[in-house]
């Protein structure tokens, strides 16, 4: 069982910026693929950003440019750099951010979830 925490959701304003940090339990970080997730209100929970355990990404359109995903495998932790200009913002940046480990093995991927933190960006 890998438990996540996720850390680092408030409120910012249009033109700041946000890091969410996502702590993982147990010894076999590294080995995960790691997403970040949202749900705004209303709508279906997407894909935000993915990082593999070999360090590839890849994002939604509507956050290329102004996201970015890292992770720390020392730290058992990945994070989310979230850049919210002014110009550039979309509706659903307002959404509850999850953390997501994707644990591989032959012919299965089993998921674990965090709790979820909000963030909410004011114009």
């Known amino acids: 069982q890998v438990q996540l925490v996720e850390s680092g959701g408030g409120l910012v304003q249009a033109g700041g910026s946000l890091r969410l940090s996502c702590a993982a339990s147990g010894s076999a970080f590294s080995s995960y693929a790691m997403g970040w997730y949202r749900q705004a209100p209303g709508k279906q929970r997407e894909l935000v950003a993915a990082?593999?355990?070999?360090?590839?990404?890849?994002?939604?359109?509507s956050v290329k440019g102004r996201f970015t995903i890292s992770r720390d495998n020392a730290k058992n932790t990945v994070y989310l750099q979230m850049n919210l200009q002014m110009n550039n913002l979309k509706p659903e940046d307002t959404a509850v951010y999850y953390c997501?480990?994707?644990?591989?093995?032959?012919?299965?991927?089993?998921?674990?979830w965090g709790q979820g933190t909000q963030v909410t960006v004011s114009s």
């Open positions: 997501n480990a994707a644990q591989r093995s032959p012919g299965y991927t089993r998921h674990y």
């Open positions: 990082i593999s355990s070999g360090g590839s990404t890849n994002y939604a359109d």
